[in-house]
């Protein structure tokens, strides 16, 4: 449906143009480093997987990518668009999904949609024919079009989030954990949708720290740890002969613990 394909505009670059680009991004809060010069390229097309364990600066970083957080230093760049010298025509490109999402709470899924089209300068027309789109397929019709945005369940929620990313047709979409406390049923139909829009030429930066999540679904990876960029590449180079998590827990450096102690717990 067109609701979910990726739009292409003439504010864009080159098919040899990154999606996404973050040269040397770094944030300090006080004495602590969140960030630490981090660079990482998604090209067109890509599904790409950006995980660490938590406190990793993952959503610090992806904060600073999309324009909700300045950093200190560093540059942000959307199909070769700086998201903070041009921050009208680099969000044009892209929707965002960030790690607890704040939405109007007394709107209904269709009148949420509305409210922020009409924000978008999409036409009327234009914004209900999406609006009813991307409600049929985030399945939140029916009952679920009777319910207010503070009565969603975290599924719901994860979801009119998604449709609210979508809304203005982006081609590059840049998710914080959405599936996060997502029910099986919701995930499975956030995962067709986000294939949909990368087999439709979309691009897609996802964080998580689920990694059997970014096996199935990515074909590029970064590891975070520190606040640094430890590995990136193909999922498979990235792999190697392991699981992602095998590799991930060396990669990071952490010490798995659980084998000792407890002995209260045994039968």
């Known amino acids: 449906m067109s609701a979910v394909q990726p739009q292409v505009d003439d504010t864009g670059g080159t098919p040899e143009t990154a999606a996404f680009r973050l040269l040397g991004l770094h944030k300090v809060f006080g004495e602590y480093t969140a960030v630490d010069r981090v660079d990482l390229t998604v090209a067109p097309g890509s599904f790409y997987g950006l995980v660490g364990p938590n406190g990793a600066g993952k959503t610090t970083a992806l904060s600073m990518a999309v324009g909700l957080l300045r950093p200190d230093e560093g540059r942000s760049l959307v199909f070769g668009v700086d998201v903070w010298e041009d921050p009208l025509s680099a969000r044009k490109l892209m929707g ?33 024919d999406r609006a009813e789109e991307l409600l049929h397929v985030m399945e939140l019709t029916g009952d679920a079009e009777r319910t207010l945005v503070v009565d969603y369940s975290t599924g719901m929620r994860k979801k009119i989030g998604l449709a609210t990313a979508l809304l203005h047709g982006p081609r590059l979409l840049v998710l914080d954990e959405p599936f996060e406390a997502v029910d099986p049923v919701s995930a499975a139909t956030i995962k067709r949708i986000l294939n949909r829009f990368v087999g439709g030429g979309g691009s897609v930066l996802l964080s998580s720290h689920v990694m059997a999540l970014v096996e199935q679904l990515c074909d590029t990876v970064a590891v975070m740890a520190r606040g640094r960029v430890v590995a990136e590449g193909p999922l498979a180079e990235v792999r190697g002969a392991t699981t992602l998590e095998e590799t991930f827990v060396e990669l990071v450096g952490v010490r798995v613990g659980g084998g000792e102690g407890l002995s209260w717990l045994a039968s």
Request: net charge neutral.
């Open 96 to 128: 965002v999904l960030p790690d607890g999402l704040a939405l109007p709470e007394r709107l209904t899924g269709r009148e949420l949609l509305t409210y922020l089209g009409q924000l978008r300068g999409l036409d009327a027309k234009t914004t209900a």
